[in-house]
């Protein structure tokens, strides 16, 4: 499904049952392989966040190196929400310097609380959260992560 242009280049859109069922499986896949599952080594950041309502657990642990984090892993039990939510964090927050990760989690917080809308296609997987807005109640689970993340760059660093 598409629109074609000029220069052989074609639009591809989804219809928006398609994009859901396509961020569901973007989200079931990243709690059944999580990326970056298990502790940073060194650890230069260790934060742990429970939430209490469901009982996830996640513990997050970084290596920092030149003012970048080079390493960040989770480690943790929990829904398929909390732990694709970590796993996709890791990827979006790894290489980056602190103040890029504090911002863009900063960001997430913000389009989670539905205060900035969500970005496009170039949000890569992380745009596969926004259908978790849809459940009020599963909006810590998501998050849960992303605070303790940041907890431990503001602590660590």
Known sequence: MG????????????????????????ILDHYRRPRNKGKAVPTDVAYKEYNPLCGDEI??????A??????IKFDGHGCSISQASA???????????????????ERLQLMMRGEI????????DLKA?????????RVKCCTLAWH????GLKKGV
């Open 3 to 26: 629109i074609s242009l000029p220069g052989g280049v074609t639009l591809c859109y989804l219809p928006a049952n398609m994009l859901e069922e396509l961020y569901q499986e973007i």
């Open 59 to 64: 513990e997050i642990t970084a290596h920092l």
């Open 66 to 71: 030149d003012g970048k984090i080079a390493e």
């Open 87 to 105: 796993s996709i964090m890791t990827q979006q927050l790894q290489g980056k310097t602190v103040a890029e990760a504090r911002a863009l989690i």
């Open 117 to 124: 809308p969500f970005g496009g296609r170039e949000m890569g």
């Open 129 to 137: 959260l926004e259908g978790v807005l849809k459940f009020p109640v």
């Open 148 to 151: 303790a993340a940041y907890e």
